[in-house]
């Protein structure tokens, strides 16, 4: 399913010597990343490993746990996130975030597409129906979605849902996509759909995935880092990583030896 990528050459992200630790116990060591806009990476390894964490670095969302202390730098556009005059409203906006539960909220299709924009000033319906429709397009959605629009997300199957939230985000226009396990609640089919769904964003979105389908990282990303106690082992174009990987350890999660 993988199309060819666009050559991706500007770096969106860049992680420096990051360290994580709740409280006492280190999750992340010295993480050094560099992700290249417009392409897909998925992070991938054992339960526990880091991968969420990692993830959850990339918008600040750990910020939110207490006892968390970070070092090192996360730069997104060159500008380091965690540098003292960050904007974390506007941060999670650019750098938005899919979680592995669909969670739209209690609300009509309409009012969950339409509630970013609002919060960012938004006002004139003209203008929020333009929103919606534009992004239930890009999340496929729309066919599926035009005739119920006033109807509660709730009624949605969960691979519709999963689309409504991944729509949700597309609506305040963000750059980054971070997905957090993103179909492993998904049946088959719409698991594909949300897959074919990244090839399609790809080009305009940098994504990031964290999967524990091995298959499915290698269907849909470009670059693949394998994490191992918090340790990033490997990152590299995906097709070398899984037939060739440079790490014996890679090598033994990958053709499941362990994990
Ligand atoms: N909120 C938290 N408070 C304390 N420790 C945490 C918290 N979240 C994660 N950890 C710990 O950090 C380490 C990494 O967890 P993380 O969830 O990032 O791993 P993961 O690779 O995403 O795992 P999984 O694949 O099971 O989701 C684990 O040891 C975990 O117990």
């Not at 597409?113 to 960012?120: D, E, N, S, V």
Request: glycine content about 8%; hydrophobic content about 35%.
């Amino acid at each position: 399913m993988k199309t060819a990528t666009a050559v991706a050459t500007e770096e969106k992200i860049r992680v420096q010597g990051v360290d994580l630790f709740y409280g006492d116990n280190q999750a992340l060591y010295d993480i050094n990343l560099s992700v290249p806009e417009g392409s897909i990476t998925a992070f991938i390894g054992p339960s526990g490993c880091g991968k969420s964490t990692l993830l959850r670095t990339l918008n600040r969302m750990n910020d939110l746990i207490p006892g968390v202390k970070i070092t090192g730098e996360v730069l997104v556009d060159g500008d380091n996130i965690y540098g003292g005059d960050t904007d974390v409203v506007n941060l999670r906006k650019n750098v938005g975030m899919v979680f592995q539960r669909p969670n739209p909220f209690p609300m009509s299709i309409y009012d969950n597409i339409a509630y970013g924009p609002r919060i960012h000033g938004i006002r004139r319906k003209k203008d929020l129906d333009v929103i919606v429709e534009r992004s239930l397009q890009q999340a496929a959605l729309w066919e599926e979605a035009k005739d119920r629009l006033h109807k509660s997300a709730l009624g949605l199957s969960g691979g519709q849902q999963q689309r409504l939230c991944i729509a949700r985000l597309l609506a305040v226009e963000p750059k980054v996509l971070l997905m957090d396990e993103p179909t492993s609640a998904l049946d088959p089919i719409s698991t594909l759909k949300v897959e074919e769904l990244t090839q399609e964003l790809k080009n305009k979105y940098t994504i990031i995935i964290v999967t524990h389908n091995m298959q499915q990282a290698a269907r849909i990303s470009d670059t693949t880092a394998f994490f191992l106690n918090g340790v990033m082992v490997e990152h590299g174009v995906t097709d070398g990583l899984f037939t060739n990987p440079g790490d014996k350890r890679t090598e033994d999660y990958i053709t499941g030896r362990f994990g």
